[in-house]
């Protein structure tokens, strides 16, 4: 049963930094695409990247292109996402998605979420 | 990139039907037949419902049904139950390695 189990909740300043790790376990870690998935509070879902860590090159979406860096460690199965330049706009449960082990272009299992509070 | 457009309530009472849109472009469901949905209850992550326009993963119940026309998907709940009260989004792949959710529909069991 592969699971995704994310780091805790964040509290930051705004200008600051933040990065989130998302570790994978039960499977094959090497040939799925990683997805970062936000969502504001009482707000939608909202895609922002991702990365096959076999290949290491991320695509990420056009609003957060310049600002977020997507990476993974092979050797212990996590992937990270890294935001920087943080604003109040960014507070919000980040989540960590891939496909299911047959593969396929969907979000099939997720890690539980992080907080992330970005308050002076 | 915009959203995918979904209206923002649906309901229906027990045992009807209702269907929801999620509205792209030619550059993401009009040309990809990649179209998911999930499932979100309040304070839990999302759950994948159905994925490649009409396809549903083990386990999903087959109330649930996908469809696709042009640049628009729909998804249908069948046999509404209270179960089903939650937010939905649909989510299309949007060419080189990205992917466009929609914007959110609130599903309310009356």
């Known amino acids: 049963q592969v699971q995704l189990v994310q780091s805790g909740a964040e509290v930051k300043k705004p200008g600051s930094s933040v990065k989130v790790s998302c570790k994978a376990s039960?499977?094959?870690?090497?040939?799925?695409?990683i997805s970062w998935v936000r969502q504001a509070p009482g707000q939608g879902l909202e895609w922002m990247g991702g990365i096959i860590p076999l290949f290491g090159t991320p695509n990420y979406a056009q609003k957060f292109q310049g600002r977020v860096t997507i990476t993974t460690d092979e050797s212990t199965s996590t992937a990270f996402m890294e935001l920087n330049s943080l604003r109040s706009e960014d507070t919000a449960m980040y989540y960590c998605?891939?496909?299911?082990?047959?593969?396929?272009?969907?979000?099939?299992?997720w890690g539980q979420g992080t907080m992330l509070t970005v308050s002076s | 990139q915009s959203a995918l457009t979904q209206p923002a309530s649906v309901s229906g009472s027990p045992g009807q039907s209702i269907t929801i849109s999620c509205t792209g472009t030619s550059s993401d469901i009009g040309t990809y037949n990649l179209v998911s949905w999930y499932q979100q209850h309040p304070g839990k992550a999302p759950k994948l419902m159905i994925f490649e326009g009409g396809k549903r993963p083990s386990g999903v119940s087959n109330r649930f049904s996908g469809s696709k026309s042009g640049n628009t998907a729909s998804l249908t709940i069948s046999g509404l139950q209270a179960e089903d009260e939650a937010d939905y989004y649909c989510?299309?792949?949007?060419?080189?390695?990205?992917?466009?959710f929609g914007t959110g529909t609130k599903v309310t069991v009356l």
């Open positions: 998605a891939r496909p299911p082990p047959e593969g396929r272009d969907v979000f099939d299992i």
């Open positions: 039960g499977g094959t870690f090497s040939t799925y695409t």
């Open positions: 989510c299309s792949y949007a060419g080189s390695g990205t992917y466009v």
